[in-house]
């Protein structure tokens, strides 16, 4: 059972520089490749391993290449760079490179999602998960606070897959707390409830916490799941779930298409089960105004105040 919404802060920008360089020091097969981006926050790194750090410049192309190599070649590599430029800019590269040759890279994309809302939507990641999904032997993992990201993190070098982890850039609520982070596959139950169940992934989970607080003023028992594996898909939660709820709530902060709820969705399809359902996710358009992560949640109605809007709908 979860608690309410601990007042602890972290940035997980911060938290996966800790992370990896505890990581690379305890192991010599940990290489960071970044692309010409959070340097500074590598100077711990780059000043005990300098061997261990390599900035790629704005190459990201070639720095997946470069990685896929490293991989093959023993090494355990960690690429870092904005969501979007380490993710659509590079899908040839994560395609063959990466995904054909089973290469053990773990590619994190800072700024996820709305992140960098201010800076239009050549700096949104929204498509990520949907691209992913597709290509074999990849994991996909969002982490939803800082303690989750070091154990996605420790648990994508120690599966030995090709692994792409979306963050947040900061200000993200500890939703953990005092938990242990689930397995690959599995999830985290936040909150108990009776009703109706949300099922949350990513950074976004912060507005389900606050939507289920919200709901519990309004008489609503909602359970909240955390779910930081969208790839594999984690079916024996689910399906675990679904013996319990008749309706339910996804919300991720990505497409709608392609996305966490589809996937969901054709999850209880090939079950044969009729639930009424509500997949929160950004809608088939461009964000044509510019404004702060909050206020790109609420154009695309993923924030906490529409997930309650859901809830009810969903409960009628």
């Known amino acids: 059972m979860g608690v309410s919404l601990l007042a602890t802060v972290k940035s997980m ?62 090494l355990r590599p960690i690429v870092y760079t904005i969501a979007p430029f380490t993710s659509v800019r590079c899908l040839e590269q994560i ?9 053990p890279v773990v590619l994190v994309g800072t700024g996820s999602g709305l992140s960098y809302a201010s800076l239009g939507p050549t ?29 996605c993190l420790r648990m994508a070098i120690e599966s030995s897959r090709p692994t792409y982890i979306r963050i947040g850039k900061k200000g993200e609520a500890d939703l953990t707390g005092t938990n ?11 909150h108990s409830g009776s009703q109706v169940c949300i099922l949350s992934t990513g950074t976004v989970s912060g507005e389900a916490e606050l939507a289920v607080e919200s709901l519990k003023q309004l008489g609503v028992s909602a359970e909240l799941v955390l779910m930081h594996t969208v790839k594999p898909l984690a079916e024996k939660a689910i399906k675990t779930l679904l013996n319990r709820f008749d309706a339910l709530v996804t919300v991720e902060e990505h497409s709608q298409i392609g996305g966490f709820g589809e996937s969901v969705l054709s999850f209880i399809a090939r079950l044969g089960l009729q639930k009424k ?25 993923i924030d906490a105040k529409s997930i309650v809007d859901a809830v009810l709908r969903v409960c009628k």
Not at 41 to 57: E, I, M, S, V, Y
Not at 95 to 103: A, C, F, I, Q, R
Not at 278 to 284: A, I, K, N, Q, R
């Open 277 to 301: 359902i509500e997949t929160l996710g950004t809608s088939d358009a461009f964000m044509s105004v510019v404004g702060s992560q909050q206020y790109a949640r609420q154009y695309y109605q």
């Open 123 to 151: 700096h949104h990641s929204l498509e990520d998960f949907a691209v992913f999904r597709a290509i074999p032997n990849l994991q996909v993992l969002a982490p939803w606070d800082a303690k989750s990201l070091r154990s």
């Open 13 to 74: 920008r911060n938290a996966f520089a800790d992370e990896v360089t505890q990581l690379a020091l305890a192991d010599s097969r940990v290489v960071l490749l970044s692309g010409d981006i959070g340097n500074r926050l590598f100077d711990k790194l780059r000043g005990a391993r300098p061997d261990q750090f390599f900035n790629c410049g704005v190459a990201e192309q070639n720095m997946i290449g470069v990685a896929a190599g490293m991989g093959l070649s023993g």
């Open 95 to 103: 395609k063959v490179d990466l995904g054909y040759h089973n290469s």
């Open 180 to 190: 242990s982070v689930p397995a690959i596959g599995n999830s985290l139950c936040r």
